[in-house]
């Protein structure tokens, strides 16, 4: 594809100025493993995020500092939750953190445009028909 003769060349190598993160070769900085089930497990809250919203080249800079605070909240939740599960001695601080912590990701979701979907009313004949399923 030609491109108009003002427009600099796109430059597709990592740059050395830029930091790994914004070179798209990390995901946390520092992170000594990148295959670390937490690191893997971020890049996959990200890319269920980014695809949501057309994709990397969609977003805005301040859409993908979101997203990620996104799947840094989600993760610890999910440690949260575990902790729940495995541990029936879990006090109440740990609920107070986990519903400070679920609330703040509500409010990050609600930046990002999350919105609730409404169910389509349901007709005689759906009714029906899930009634007959559920008996079979």
């Given at each position: ?5 003002d427009?600099?060349?796109?430059a597709?190598?990592?740059s ?10 990390a ?7 990148e295959r ?8 996959e809250i990200?890319a269920?995020?980014?695809?949501d919203?057309?994709?990397?080249d969609?977003?805005?800079a301040?859409e ?19 902790r ?6 879990v ?16 409010r ?6 999350m919105?609730r ?8 004949k759906?009714y ?5 399923g559920?008996s079979?």
């Amino acid at each position: 594809m030609d491109r108009p003769p003002d427009q600099p060349p796109v430059a597709y190598a990592p740059s050395p100025q830029r930091s790994q993160i914004a070179n798209g070769s990390a995901t946390l900085l520092g992170a000594k493993d990148e295959r670390s089930v937490y690191v893997r497990r971020m890049k996959e809250i990200i890319a269920e995020h980014l695809a949501d919203r057309g994709g990397l080249d969609a977003v805005s800079a301040a859409e993908k500092s979101t997203i990620r605070r996104v799947a840094v909240l989600t993760i610890e939740l999910e440690k949260l939750e575990t902790r729940f599960a495995e541990d029936p001695t879990v006090g109440e601080r740990t609920l107070d953190l986990y519903s400070r912590t679920a609330g703040n990701l509500g409010r990050l979701l609600e930046r990002l445009g999350m919105k609730r979907r409404e169910k389509p009313p349901q007709t005689i004949k759906g009714y029906l028909a899930a009634k007959k399923g559920a008996s079979a």
